[in-house]
Nanobody, 124 residues
Framework: QVQLVESGGGSVQAGGSLRLSCAAF????????MGWFRQAPGKEREGVSV???????SYADSVKGRFTISKDNAKNTLDLQMNSLKPEDTAIYYC??????????????????WGQGTQVTVSS
């Protein structure tokens, strides 16, 4: 049974940093396409960043230059370093995985496995 477990969320002031981590259990394809998504109240879930089996990454325009996605295949973990946080980054952040080597995009629908989410709150 595949289980993705996020951690590292919390409350910070604008300009601060947080590091999210996602541990994958029962999933042998950590090296495949994985990503971070977020959903703010009243908004649709959006792709924040994805990373494929070759280390290629993609970021939403709103987080470029501030967020960095990384993957540790040996530890079966996916991280998201978030710097210069803004109030508009406030959302529930989800880790997700799909069983393809490449990440064709950041749309949530093709992703097969999802974590429960971790809350990130940025105050002004």
């Amino acid at each position: 049974q595949v289980q993705l477990v996020e951690s590292g969320g919390g409350s910070v002031q604008a300009g601060g940093s947080l590091r999210l981590s996602c541990a994958a259990f029962g999933y042998s394809h950590i090296n495949y396409c994985m990503g971070w998504f977020r959903q703010a109240p009243g908004k649709e879930r959006e792709g924040v960043s994805v990373i494929d089996a070759y280390g290629s990454t993609s970021y939403a325009d709103s987080v470029k230059g501030r967020f960095t996605i990384s993957k540790d295949n040996a530890k079966n973990t996916l991280d998201l370093q978030m710097n210069s946080l803004k109030p508009e980054d406030t959302a529930i952040y989800y880790c997700a995985a799909r069983t393809t080597l490449r990440c064709p995009g950041r749309a949530p629908d093709p992703f097969n496995y999802w974590g429960q989410g971790t809350q990130v709150t940025v105050s002004s």
